[in-house]
């Protein structure tokens, strides 16, 4: 299974021998498309053990890809008319995640939690108190709305940390009870403002309202949707159906402005909203392309947030019954949880229009202006002050910048012109995924960002980064139907310290993500502002790299008798230097990598997305008890070109000059061209070739020529510059000796090496062993004494390339 090799006589084993447990016997349940799962059938001693509790039992005997995902309780096992176990004759295990035997609701706590857990995973079943949270389908998103809907039916504020401490119903009953016997007091409910109140901005609109004020008309905070539409459509309720949502959420109505300085949100009344239709149908074969490009321009016009509009539609039509309809968006009035909401009342509005019926949305119990007040009120005294102390603890020490290579160098302002590049990950892969983060308390979001922050500490060569992800911010169910920017940005730090093993590393990301979650109440403009990091125009304070993961949107509906699935389409921005925005689409994944094009080239990042999909697959299907570091990066095609293609160093030498040659061509070209600089002074080819003649000559007359080996002991200075290639003139080769080595490792080297000369200065001559090399000293810098004058550089032996030329120690 994923790989790994799974003797079930040894599951059964170990299983037998737990004292709850009677007779067990263990299968392979192939499911639709490839998938497999370990499922357990086990009779019990007395009462049904919990699945947890076997579990473990086998994790502390076994490796996790040998402990089954899927448990089925039965008073006896089928038997043969021999008395051996009719394995053709088990039950087939319930849907994945509905593994535990069912046992009754017994609390009113119960009861309650059971209702609100349906109500959260979209899903209507009997629950029983032994289900899993988690293995019915919940992620981090969606235990936050079920912390506000445990906040809204009891009255208590639970950590996220406890839902994944305790997954559990009947678990989970137990912390609520124990917090309702307890003082401890969540923040109070949002509620609609009192008439007059003053209508202030949310404090991720502050900041996205100071970053417009100083960057003007850039698509930045574009969010620009594009809806396919095939059938009849119906262009009058489309637009009463736009219309109506504008006036259902003031937020789409409330522009952003400064009065008497301070910046707030200025409600209008609601208003007629223009849906303007472009008919290409006429084009023919050329309609296609043409609304291609009607809706690049679309997504990159900007949409100001201090201006209606806010929510700007255009329906392009291509043909009597082929439609898009595009809606851009300000971020300043939406999020990707408002996508959701905004789809889903599209399809009711639409469909009540076209059948002439009445708007049939309940009112909203709040606006995003209520809750932008109650934010206000909520974040200041002592709770703001505690929040800020977790932040400054978590955050001291952290690098000022993730310094990833780039492909030119960073501007000082960045202009946020970006592209993306798609990313799918494949069903079984996500299971896989899925498998080994359950295996060590981690979702999938975890499993897939801490892969990713590996990824960017290979790349960087930093052991502590940090990554920035977008939390849903919605601490109150009647947020939920909202429209509005609720998102913050929560810093997620890493490090790699003490080389982690691949399961070690995803709990340690667990637990950031966890301890992160407790405290994503403080609104990252306020960080910022509390802690004042290193500031960089070029660059995002704290972190430059954003990761999300996407749950699958919940409440599908379709236009009525239209199909067509919503699509968000690219800006040609990019906030950040990178952002992996990724997207679960029933059991597979898709997104995207968007990038700065200021900094990237399109082939840089589709290897990085190349590097991520191996590494990913490392780690699913690898040892997780393997270090981090030994995971792979590159895939069999990129090893090959890196260590064959790209290290092919061979080559066929075409010509037989040498290297002194090319140097006297130079002189005879340019001789008074400056060929060594050092402190002090300079050396033209002209100087360099007569000083180096002389001490050619020199050479020459000690014995020098092909292959005969030269020691040369001297400092970095101009005499090494002229040594080096009088003993190339002479024919020979030099060898180089380093005058701080160890007088032991010279005596190595001269004894190795056997030169016939020795080449240095009076002043070094103390620190050379003996040898049987002859002497010939230079004086220092600026005199050439000691090498004789005369013909300088006569005729000698022909030099030819296949001559050695040096000798180096490493």
């Not at 046992?103 to 109500?119: D, F, K, S």
């Not at 408002?338 to 949305?361: I, K, M, T």
């Not at 975890?446 to 990824?455: E, K, N, P, V």
Request: glycine share 8%; net charge negative.
């Amino acid at each position: 299974i994923r790989g790994f090799r799974i003797e079930l006589g040894e599951v059964e084993s170990v299983l037998n021998r737990h004292a709850a447990v009677a007779h067990a016997v263990v299968l392979v349940h192939e499911e639709s498309a490839g998938h497999r799962r370990l499922v357990a059938y086990a009779v019990p001693q007395g009462e049904p053990p919990k699945a947890e509790e076997l579990e473990a039992w086998l994790s502390d005997h076994l490796p996790p890809h040998m402990v089954p995902t899927s448990w089925v309780f039965l008073d006896t096992l089928p038997l043969t008319p021999n008395g051996k176990i009719d394995r053709r004759r088990l039950p087939e295990p319930p849907p994945e995640g509905e593994g535990e035997p069912w046992t009754p609701i017994r609390t009113p706590v119960e009861g309650i939690l059971a209702a609100e857990w349906n109500e959260v995973l979209g899903r209507q079943r009997r629950l029983g108190r032994l289900d899993h949270f988690f293995r019915l389908g919940g992620h981090s998103l969606l235990a936050t709305r079920l912390l506000a809907r445990i906040q809204d039916r009891f009255g208590v504020h639970l950590p996220i940390a406890e839902l994944f401490a305790h997954p559990v119903l009947q678990d989970q009953a137990v912390v609520v009870e124990k917090a309702l016997r307890g003082t401890t007091e969540g923040p109070p409910p949002v509620a609609p403002r009192p008439e007059g109140s003053p209508t202030p901005l949310s404090f991720s609109q502050q900041q996205l309202w100071l970053f417009e004020q100083a960057n003007p008309d850039l698509p930045v905070y574009n969010i620009p949707e594009r809806y396919p539409l095939e059938g009849s459509i119906v262009v009058a309720a489309l637009a009463r159906a736009l219309e109506t949502i504008v006036a259902r959420h003031e937020v789409l109505r409330s522009p952003l402005i400064e009065r008497a300085g301070s910046a707030l949100q200025d409600v209008r009344p609601p208003m007629a909203l223009p849906l303007p239709v472009i008919d290409l149908s006429g084009l023919g074969l050329a309609a296609a392309a043409e609304a291609e490009g009607l809706e690049a321009r679309e997504a990159g016009m900007p949409l100001r947030c201090e201006a209606l509009p806010l929510l700007r539609p255009t329906l392009i039509r291509l043909a009597p019954h082929s439609h898009t309809l595009l809606v851009t968006l300000h971020h300043a009035v939406a999020d990707g949880w408002s996508l959701d909401v905004f789809n889903y009342e599209l399809a009711l509005l639409y469909g009540a229009a076209v059948a002439g019926r009445a708007n049939p949305l309940p009112p909203l119990p709040v606006q995003y202006a209520d809750f932008a007040l109650w934010q206000r009120r909520r974040l200041r005294g002592s709770f703001l002050e505690q929040e800020v102390d977790h932040w400054r603890r978590r955050l001291d020490g952290l690098p000022a910048a993730l310094e990833l290579p780039t492909d030119r160098p960073r501007p000082a302002v960045s202009t946020f012109r970006g592209d993306r590049l798609p990313l799918a990950l494949p069903a079984p892969l996500i299971e896989s995924l899925r498998d080994l983060g359950r295996s060590h308390g981690a979702t999938l979001y975890m499993t897939l960002l801490g892969a990713f922050q590996l990824l960017l500490h290979r790349h960087s060569g930093q052991d502590d980064l940090a990554v920035g992800t977008p939390n849903a911010q919605r601490p109150d169910r009647r947020l939920e139907l909202l429209m509005g920017f609720f998102v913050n940005m929560v810093v997620l730090r890493s490090t790699l310290t003490r080389e982690p093993s691949v399961g070690s590393y995803l709990e340690r990301v667990r637990d950031t993500a966890l301890e992160a979650y407790g405290h994503q109440e403080l609104p990252f403009e306020v960080l910022v502002r509390q802690l004042k990091p290193q500031r960089d125009r070029g660059r995002n304070p704290f972190f430059q790299v954003l990761f999300q993961l996407l749950a699958a949107a919940g409440k599908k509906e379709s236009l009525d008798g239209l199909t067509g699935e919503p699509e968000n389409r690219a800006s040609g921005t990019a906030k950040f230097d990178l952002e992996l925005s990724l997207t679960e689409v029933g059991t597979a994944v898709a997104g995207y990598l968007e990038y700065s094009t200021e900094l990237f080239d399109t082939t840089t990042i589709r290897r990085l997305l190349r590097q991520y999909r191996t590494l990913l697959e490392d780690v699913a299907h690898g040892d997780s008890t393997r270090p981090v570091t030994a995971l792979r990066l590159l895939g069999a095609a990129e090893r090959h070109q890196l260590k064959l293609e790209w290290n092919d160093r061979q080559r066929v030498f075409s010509g037989a000059t040498v290297v002194h040659e090319l140097v006297a061509e130079t002189v005879r070209r340019s001789p008074d061209l400056v060929a060594v600089r050092y402190p002090g002074g300079e050396l033209t080819y002209r100087e360099l070739d007569g000083a180096s003649g002389e001490l050619a000559a020199r050479l020459r007359a000690m014995g020098v020529g092909p292959d005969v080996r030269v020691a040369l002991c001297l400092e970095r200075s101009p005499e090494l510059m002229v040594a080096v290639l009088a003993v190339l003139r002479a024919g020979g080769a030099y060898v180089p000796l380093d005058p701080e080595y160890p007088a032991e490792r010279l005596r190595l080297m001269l004894d190795d090496c056997r030169a016939r000369v020795l080449v240095t200065r009076r002043s070094l001559l103390e620190r050379l062993p003996e040898s049987g090399a002859a002497v010939l000293c230079l004086d220092p810098p600026g005199s050439a004494s000691d090498v004789p004058t005369g013909p300088a550089d006569p005729p000698g032996p022909a030099v030819h390339p296949d001559h050695l030329a040096y000798v180096i120690y490493t």
